[in-house]
């Protein structure tokens, strides 16, 4: 073949716009106002493309692939030992780190063995605290890099006179490259001279139908050839195609995730807290004499015990084991923070074209005739006969129309003469021999081309505009069918086949159960504002959709740096069901509108125009079948055909960020009581005023501390598995609600402790309380470990306290959950009663260890009464709703009848 032209010289019928309507040269989308055509990456363009007719030589090919690199997106790639590394180097593991310097030092001074256990006690604390979150991260992270492996693109490239099959990411600018009905568009190319093809640019513009590029028109990387045969020269590759500077949008979204602010938020202010208390605590101890090194070391370890240490490893546990449960169900989850922000998500945009439709071609009942007597049946075998029906279906209309007729019943006619569908003419005719040896034409294709060679058009022309236009309206696209009259050559118009790209036989279900679940679904397309406006209406979105007018197409640069688009634009995105003929800016422009007026906004997508709002939003999700750069954007992928995994998804984010809640609760009410009491036991409480042997002030050792925190932290991690129930309404982090609920049960829980101390702390005194019980006098180092059980016990019994709203019995715990209660529960009592670690610390009987746990048991319904008041008191003043929660058997019989549905 010759080389096509080049430049801006396209055959006019051709140059439809690339991406919908408001282009007329698709060529400069997507570049910076093309400062130079000229040049491309500072090479003469012309040189560059102006290959032979035998293509590049190998040696050439080379030496380009050196000079513009391979033909594949950037991609940023973390080093994993670096991320390692910065992980021990956080605030949180930062301070551990401080409690092991100085517990050392304290060691060396000392010369004591005891501080020798602690050390080591601490730097294991440290691995679990950092290599556990690690490895899950990890985990999740190479379930999607595993999926964009899978992908491996391929291209037929032409060298040397030599047409072969090469790895896509060897082309290089210049390449000719054969494009064939079924491949992919490997590159930005300009086609060369030889017949049109048809190209499907859905996975770029949301254009259901494929469009006709004729030699000179400029193909797009991402695109799909549908129908025909060419050669093409490859004019950009990698990062310099359009699918490369829609990438560079993408690369350009890198912030803390919403979770993520969410757990600094609260660590900072346990920390502040934490800190505040001891410094008192180090004061106070300093000023009455205690050795520098062993108040230091004692304080930092408190610290280090009472703040959240194990919040982000459980939380980040949590949301892994999430994500494999959302594997499970054929979701990978790119981005584990982003479970939790679906949890909390109210606005859910979508695109249309193959995330909401099937982006494929389904007839419809309606099928007007205009000839009387002839029957619906009668057009659709007429339309069929125009097709070569023995072979395979060549295109969607065709399988259209051949799923439409009994086969076995075009055999008794014989097809003497077939043109196939021509964007030129924008038809296809046969000559169709019939069983009595009468020969006709038949002919389908665009109705006002058809029309125009009918005999009959005077009669019928009127009504079939306006049946064409009534269908446009709806969002129906029309096939008009015509035959000829009587072995003559004039044409007579006979009917009108309409279809459209239906939505998949979930989505309806999947929108109806978004809303029920308090998410706002909006559409938005590149397609034409009527489809839109039908798919809507069909689907029940809403039909307030509005064009790209008020939208104003921003570069990629404007849209990053832009902080006013919520205050401009936010309102008028809120109010729209839906937009239509978007490009990839304007769909990035409503999902950062959005986010800025304070909204966690979802974003569907499949193709190459979707990746920036992919990504931009604050859960991208791709669905089955989606473009790699779509993939590469999005936080969860569906590896299934169908939207409702998404409803899935939603329900076990909700599930995930109740764990997360309760567990948040739970560690925020253990730091109250570990804080408050070290404080106050240390200030207030002076044992030896009781028994001048004692010290002046009550603590327990650090080895202590840090077996509490590992002990109670470590099988804590049981919350993930732990029965919860969806909430109907997006969730989000009170954290004023959260705060005052962690104290009714934190600070009841430290009552108990201040109580059972001072009870303890008299035992000597036969008139004592604790010797009216019958219990014995306790030396001081049985009372340290008998506080280090009770607080052991009260913590993990708040476990309990704070999984629900109402009373602790009203939803049972998962096995998992109560078996890690009785493991640690049980390995507290067993250190209490034999404590191994010296310091000072004795162990208690087992009758007293069982008082303990009646005590603990006791105070932990009236922990789980303060609770239930607190909350009732909460939504009695209207500062906390009363949610319903989903009733997921219904959902999932309601999931199931969809795969039985035949969409029409």
């Known amino acids: 073949m010759a080389r096509g032209k080049h430049g801006k010289e396209k055959d006019p019928v051709g140059s439809e716009p690339l991406l919908g309507a408001g282009k007329e040269d698709s060529g400069a989308y997507g570049t910076e106002a093309q400062d130079d055509a000229r040049f ?17 030589t190998e040696e050439e090919a080379a030496r380009r692939l050196e000079l513009f690199g391979p033909n594949q997106l950037s991609v ?12 021990f180097v956080q605030p949180m593991p930062m301070m551990i780190w401080g409690a092991i310097l100085i517990e050392s030092i304290e060691t060396y001074i000392h010369q004591s063995m005891d501080g020798l256990v602690d050390v080591i006690v601490l730097v294991v604390l440290q691995l679990l605290n950092v290599l556990v979150g690690f490895i899950e991260e990890m985990k999740a992270g190479d379930a999607i890099a595993a999926l964009r492996e899978s992908l491996k693109p391929e291209a037929t490239v032409k060298r040397e006179g030599r047409v072969y099959i090469i790895n896509a990411t060897k082309l290089v600018p210049g390449d000719v490259v054969v494009l064939g009905a079924g491949g992919a568009i490997p590159a930005d190319c300009t086609i060369r001279e030889g017949k049109p093809i048809q190209v499907d640019q859905s996975a770029l513009t949301g254009e259901s139908l494929p469009v006709a590029m004729f030699p000179g028109a400029d193909a797009k990387m991402g695109s799909t050839v549908t129908r025909g045969e060419i050669e093409a020269t490859v004019t950009a590759t990698g990062s310099q195609t359009f699918f490369g500077k829609t990438a560079d949008l993408v690369q350009g979204v890198d912030e803390l995730g919403h979770f993520e602010k969410v757990l600094r938020e609260i660590t900072y202010i346990l920390v502040a807290v934490g800190f505040f208390i001891c410094a008192l605590v180090f004061i106070y101890l300093i000023s009455i004499g205690v050795d520098f090194w062993e108040v230091l070391a004692f304080n930092v370890v408190l610290l280090v015990a009472s703040i959240p240490i194990a919040l982000r490893v459980v939380c980040t546990t949590t949301l892994a084991l999430g994500c494999h449960e959302l594997a499970a169900e054929k979701a990978i989850v790119a981005r584990l923070s982003s479970v939790e922000e679906l949890a909390g998500m109210t606005i859910l945009c979508s695109d249309k074209t193959g995330t909401l439709t099937l982006n494929k071609m389904v007839l419809q009942d309606d099928l007007p005739t205009f000839v009387p007597g002839v029957s619906r049946e009668e057009v659709l075998r007429l339309a069929a006969l125009a097709a070569k029906w023995w072979e395979p279906a060549k295109d969607a209309l065709d399988t259209l129309v051949l799923n439409a007729v009994n086969i076995s019943e075009l055999d008794v006619f014989e097809q003497t003469d077939h043109t196939p569908f021509d964007p030129v003419i924008k038809r296809t005719e046969s000559t169709i021999k019939s069983k009595d040896g009468k020969s006709f034409k038949v002919t389908k294709g665009a109705p006002h081309v058809v029309l125009d060679m009918c005999v009959n058009k005077s009669s019928v022309g009127q009504e079939v505009e306006k049946k064409v236009l009534e269908l446009a309206h709806r969002g129906i696209r029309s096939l008009a069918v015509a035959r000829t009259k009587n072995e003559t050559k004039d044409f007579e118009f006979i009917g009108i086949l309409t279809f459209l790209d239906p939505p998949r036989p979930d989505t309806k279900h999947t929108i109806d159960c978004a809303n029920e679940f308090g998410v706002s679904v909006k559409m938005i397309t590149g397609d034409h504002r009527a489809i ?7 689907l029940g979105i809403g039909t307030n959709v509005l064009g790209t007018e008020k939208l104003p197409l921003m570069k990629a640069e404007e849209l990053e740096k832009a902080t006013t688009l919520g205050r401009d634009y936010g309102e008028l995105c809120r109010k729209a069901d839906g937009f239509a003929q978007v490009f990839p800016e304007h769909k990035y422009l409503i999902v950062e509108a959005l986010r800025q007026q304070g909204m966690l906004v979802g974003m569907t997508g499949d193709g190459v125009n979707d990746a920036p709002a992919l990504k931009r939003a604050d859960v991208g999700i791709a669905v089955q079948g989606a473009t790699s750069a779509a993939q590469a954007a999005a936080d969860i992928v569906l590896t299934e055909p169908g939207l409702s995994t998404i409803v899935t998804a939603i329900v076990t984010s909700r599930k995930i960020f109740q764990r997360m809640k309760n567990f948040v609760i739970y560690r925020v009410a253990c730091t109250e009581q570990l804080l408050f009491f070290f404080f106050i036991s240390c200030v207030f409480y002076h044992p030896n005023e009781i028994n001048a042997a004692w010290p002046s002030h009550f603590a327990i050792p650090v080895i202590a501390l840090v077996t509490i925190t590992i002990l ?33 049960i934190g600070l009841t829980a430290l009552a108990s402790s201040l109580l059972i101390l001072s009870v303890a702390l008299s035992s000597a005194d036969p008139t004592s309380a604790w010797r009216e019980f019958g219990l014995p006098a306790l030396s001081y180092g049985e009372i340290q470990t008998l506080m280090y059980l009770k607080i052991s016990l009260s913590d993990y019994f708040s476990v309990f306290n704070s999984r629900t709203k109402g009373w602790f019995w009203s939803r049972a715990p998962s096995f998992i959950l109560v078996g890690a209660f009785i493991f640690a529960t049980a390995a507290s009592t067993l250190l209490a009663v034999y404590w191994p670690f010296g310091n000072g610390m004795i162990g208690i009987s087992w009758e007293l260890s069982g008082y303990v746990w009646l005590y603990v048991a006791f105070w932990a319904i009236i922990q789980d009464a303060g609770k239930v008041l607190t909350y009732n008191t909460l939504q009695y003043f209207g500062w906390v709703e009363s949610v319903a929660v989903i009733d997921e058997r219904k959902l999932k019989d309601q999931t199931q009848q969809l795969f039985g549905v035949d969409v029409e």
Do not use: F
Request: charged share 25%.
């Open 532 to 538: 839109a406006v039908e798919t809507c209406r069909t």
């Open 76 to 87: 940023k790639e973390d080093n994993m030992w670096l991320k390692l590394a910065l992980e």
């Open 40 to 56: 491309y990456m500072g090479v003469d363009r012309e040189s560059l493309i102006n290959t032979p007719e035998s293509g590049l």
């Open 712 to 744: 109670n932290d470590g099988t804590i991690i049981s919350v993930a598995y732990d029965n919860v129930h969806a909430s109907m309404q997006p969730e989000k982090w009170d954290l004023n609600i959260l705060y005052i609920v962690s104290s009714a």
